[in-house]
């Protein structure tokens, strides 16, 4: 099955993405994960079944897609990085900078595919960002 092209906002919105992932991978030292890896400490999220079709790619993360700004006092940054992985896409979120005094932020891992005439979302895997310490054996900050 082929898949549809992308629409030029979403082209700008993976290119924006994929420059500051990598801007940010180059700035650690690092690079980005594999497609088909789940690094340790993240942790399935339960999807509601069946998935219904979304109209774009992002709209088909829903409450998993990047926020922006919490507001005035936070100091939010963020950056996602989209690939391919065989006919489904991966996609890594990350957000810092929550108003919060024990989660400074999150990282997501989803894997969104074309089907059914629309994007679905397929899996999510999710791992916070604590301020103190590292998250417990379920996932959560102290």
């Known amino acids: 099955m082929r898949r549809p092209a992308l629409n030029i906002s ?13 801007a940010s991978a180059a700035m650690a030292g690092s690079a980005p994960l594999p497609a ?19 109209p774009t790619l992002l709209a088909a ?19 996602m990085l989209i690939v391919t992985d065989g006919d489904r896409y991966r996609i890594d979120s990350t957000e810092e900078g929550y108003l919060d005094d024990s989660v400074k932020g999150r990282v997501v891992i989803a894997y969104v ?15 916070w960002l604590c301020r103190r310490g ?9």
């Open 10 to 22: 979403q082209r700008l919105l993976i290119s924006c993405g994929t420059f500051f992932f990598w």
């Open 36 to 54: 088909s890896d789940i690094p340790d400490g993240f942790f399935p999220v339960e999807l509601e079944q069946p998935q219904r079709p979304a």
């Open 134 to 142: 590292e998250p417990n054996a379920k996932g959560l900050c102290p």
């Open 113 to 127: 595919a074309y089907r059914d005439g629309g994007w679905v979302l397929e899996e999510v895997h999710r791992k």
């Open 61 to 79: 993360l829903g409450q998993f897609a990047p926020n922006g700004p919490e507001g005035p006092e936070g100091r939010y940054s963020g950056g």
